[in-house]
């Protein structure tokens, strides 16, 4: 297996470039494929100030070296979710990256705790607001991901999803044809009154692909899937899209370009129009469209019961992005 | 296993309907789904004069039952299609289904043979006119079935379509989103200028529930899938929608019709519209947008070839519908 550029040793195959690659061409081809993304889809411009929101997997990390390498302005965020091990162990590794790969680089990471700081974890907030943990977990996230980004004075938010990542989010939405979800399924989301921008510069690359980015650049991540979410619809759409690319490589990538392309455009303004209602949450002052914004009800709730092991909680799927 | 409605014995449990039925509840089900297709997507008219495309496979046969058992006139049309066995041992159930079901009530199966009628078989067409024999046999059914229902006075033209064959197409085009091809996937397509209106009254209706109607009914038919259509894409789809429907029963009915009901809407008028420019075929007068149709030059190459023999074209792939 020789490299398509120079003909060195490869280490990766992808089969839906019908290419090999060695370690210095493969991170190049990485690099293309993001600043492809960022320039297709005008996600940031050179001198915007980033925050990464960081959670120790292959992903976030890689997002935030790639971004860094291709000398942006990134700083990292973790948010501790109270999940166990799992949120102790995912800690360490987005520390360990911050030390090694993006100090020395001029970035920081900044760290919340959701029980420190809010009073509350993932397993007991889905259990007080009757919410599936993926679903309090999500809102949690977004939630303190905007303000983090809000109150940091930075200019775009990005996130760690990848191509299948949002392919599995676009076939779950499809099977339902959901359109309004449809419509906003996009890889940017402009800034708008109480709410970042919010990009995805990963779309254009696998799990795999960024797997084998951390291995080749030296990152530890965290390899384990978050218990909460095993068995949930998500990971099923992965793996139809995953039997689907193996038969026919380039299928989950047309699948996902495609839809931007050639469905997108005619879905503008399909979303559900609720900007106009919305108003300040009485606790955060965050944009809702009820008297508490969702992520303040959930706190509340949770806060006023006992805690609860993790292990009522596990594997109830995951809630559409 | 009790039936849903009697409490008897039942034969068959339909999880997304979370029901299970007896042969006469079974029955009496499968005839209110066909109804309801007929009546939500006005397929036809009580006084209209039906032809059924037949190949002898258990869809085919199940819906002529069907169209039958509701009172509806309807003949049916065999084509053989000279690939080897299989059309010899298709048309044998065609005909016996024809003799013990339809003539009975008052319907006449009428028959086309490609070799016989028109000089060439479907593994000679696809080789002689370098299409997948998908494709060949796909274009020379649709063209010979749609001249059957004009030349015979037919109102409407109904294939056996089900379900699954539907959510698979579906499928297949939303992983391209070729956006021509979604706007015209319809379960109507009405008349116009040349072409009769084609109908599919299964769309409610699986794979699996048509092979239990021709059980139930005393329906003989052909079991295999075509040799040549093995190893397609079609049938990878219907695997990949398989394994969804069986972790979430129902996944596949709603993304079926809540497409109908969602998406199709928003595509009307994006169809390649190219009606205006249609001729008529210089040796069959069949409308085309060249000198000569798709059909005519198939057949015309396959005629000034050598007949070539099955295995050399088996399992080329089928093409989108």
Redesign the interface.
């Known amino acids: 297996m020789k490299c398509r550029v120079c003909r060195g040793p490869a280490v990766i195959d992808l089969p839906r470039h019908n290419a090999n690659f060695c370690p210095e061409h493969f991170t190049r081809f990485c690099r293309d494929q993001v600043e492809r993304a960022i320039s297709d889809f005008d996600m940031v411009q050179p001198e915007d100030r980033i925050l990464v929101a960081v959670s120790g997997g292959k992903d976030s990390l890689a997002v935030w070296d790639l971004l860094l390498g291709l000398g942006y302005a990134a700083d990292g965020l973790y948010i501790g979710l109270g999940i166990g091990d799992y949120s102790d162990t995912s800690g360490g590794y987005a520390r360990r990256f911050a030390q090694q790969h993006a100090e020395p680089r001029g970035a920081k990471l900044i760290e919340i705790d959701l029980v420190d700081d809010y009073g509350y974890d993932i397993p007991g907030g889905s259990r007080a607001a009757r919410r599936t943990p993926c679903s309090a977990c999500g809102l949690s996230k977004r939630h303190l991901f905007d303000r983090a980004a809000l109150d940091g004075g930075y200019d775009v938010l990005v996130t760690g999803h990848n191509l299948d990542d949002e392919a599995a989010v676009l076939f779950g939405n499809?099977?339902?044809?959901?359109?309004e979800y449809l419509a906003r399924q996009l890889p940017v989301l402009p800034a708008r009154d109480g709410f970042p921008k919010k990009v995805k510069p990963l779309v254009r690359l696998t799990e795999r692909e960024m797997a084998a980015w951390c291995i080749v650049r030296g990152i530890d991540y965290l390899v384990d899937e978050c218990p909460m979410a095993l068995g949930n619809?998500h990971l099923?759409?992965k793996?139809?899209?995953n039997?689907?690319e193996q038969?026919?490589p380039g299928?989950k990538a047309?699948?996902y370009l495609?839809?931007l392309?050639?469905?997108a455009p005619?879905?503008t303004g399909?979303t559900a129009a609720a900007t106009d209602s919305l108003q300040s949450c009485g606790s955060c002052g965050a944009p809702t469209t009820g008297d508490l914004c969702a992520f303040c009800r959930v706190a509340e709730k949770a806060r006023a019961h006992e805690p609860v092991p993790v292990e009522l909680v596990l594997g109830k799927g995951r809630g559409r992005r």
Chains 1, 2 share one sequence.
């Open positions: 499809t099977l339902r044809w959901d359109v619809r099923a759409y793996e139809a899209l039997a689907i038969q026919s299928s047309a699948f495609n839809f392309e050639n469905m005619l879905l399909r």
